[in-house]
């Protein structure tokens, strides 16, 4: 049987110093914070792990460092997500020998736009060079790309093509890649403000962002929901709406790095021209964490 996603997947921060150089243990350190508060997956190699900016060795040794410190205790997916067809291969084909990776995420190009029947040509070929299951990976507003509802029903067909994780906004093209693939192709939210809409019309769980710093609280979304408790679900994710509001408020991803350091993880600087908050973002942010580390019958666990 082909794996299957869900629940709450952080999109991971790399952890790197001044210089851009990968910090290793505060990787293990943030592996640690996400999987304690309760996420149910790991996804390395994502726009929030800067994989745009980071060397091949870079990436290699982000697969093996989350490999080897998770040790299996939850599922981990991994960003394939390059701008041409050969280098998404080469990508995917690198997190294959490594090992020990559940399942491929690849974004759409960037940079340049193709057309849906060169980009349905181009998903078929990164599925046929790797055995990885495969997430396709659709962000508009970051890559000015659509993933087509009829693009995304074709792909469905190809074996390990296993699903979609949908960044849009758009809760209408969500809904209708749900509506219209098979149900063994997972629909997974990649808007956070969108995680109980989305498990509403039948989405497999969330890609988030903001689970980097408030893990326990995205992952209490999806456990709440799936247990019945439809109120409290969405109680808490009405809650999470400030930070997700929060992380557009600086150059992307610096709100992740600068929140973790609030919340107790020290996560290093991202690359270059990103730079870190203004005081007064800061205490802002701040302040959302706080509220977030206060809602009542909600314990995170500290780094």
Do not use: W
Request: proline share 5%; charged share 20%; net charge negative.
């Amino acid at each position: 049987m082909m794996f299957r996603p869900h629940g709450v997947i952080p999109a991971l921060v790399t952890p790197l110093d001044e210089n851009g150089d990968l910090l290793e243990q505060a990787l293990r350190d943030v592996l640690d914070f996400t999987i304690n508060n309760g996420v149910h997956g790991i996804f390395v190699l994502g726009s929030s792990g800067e994989i745009y900016g980071l060397s091949d060795a870079q990436k290699q040794r982000v697969v093996e460092v989350t490999v080897e410190h998770v040790d299996s205790r939850v599922p981990i997916y991994a960003g394939a997500s390059e701008i041409t067809t050969r280098d998404c291969i080469k990508t995917a084909r690198m997190v294959q020998a490594v090992g020990g990776v559940s399942a491929l995420s690849v974004l759409t190009p960037y940079f340049m736009t193709p057309n849906q029947s060169e980009l349905t040509e181009h998903f078929t070929n990164i599925a046929a060079a790797t055995d990885l299951p495969i997430l396709l990976y659709g962000n508009e507003g970051r890559t000015h790309m659509k993933i087509a509802v009829e693009t995304a029903v074709t792909l469905s067909a190809i074996d390990n093509i296993i699903g979609i994780k949908d960044s849009s906004g758009d809760m209408s093209l969500m809904a209708d890649y749900i509506r219209t693939t098979p149900d063994d192709f997972s629909v997974v939210a990649g808007r956070d403000t969108l995680i109980y809409a989305g498990l509403c019309h039948g989405a497999v769980g969330a890609i988030a962002s903001t689970a980097n710093i408030a893990p326990r609280l995205v992952s209490e979304i999806y456990n709440s929901y799936v247990a019945g408790d439809f109120a409290r679900s969405l109680e808490l994710q009405f809650a999470l709406a400030p930070l997700r509001k929060a992380l557009e408020s600086a150059t992307f991803p610096v709100v992740l790095k600068e929140g973790l350091r609030l919340a107790g993880v020290e996560a290093g600087y991202c690359l270059a021209p990103a730079h870190e908050l203004s005081p007064a973002l800061r205490a802002n942010l701040a302040t959302v964490i706080a509220d977030i580390e206060n809602i009542p019958g909600l314990v995170a666990q500290k780094a």
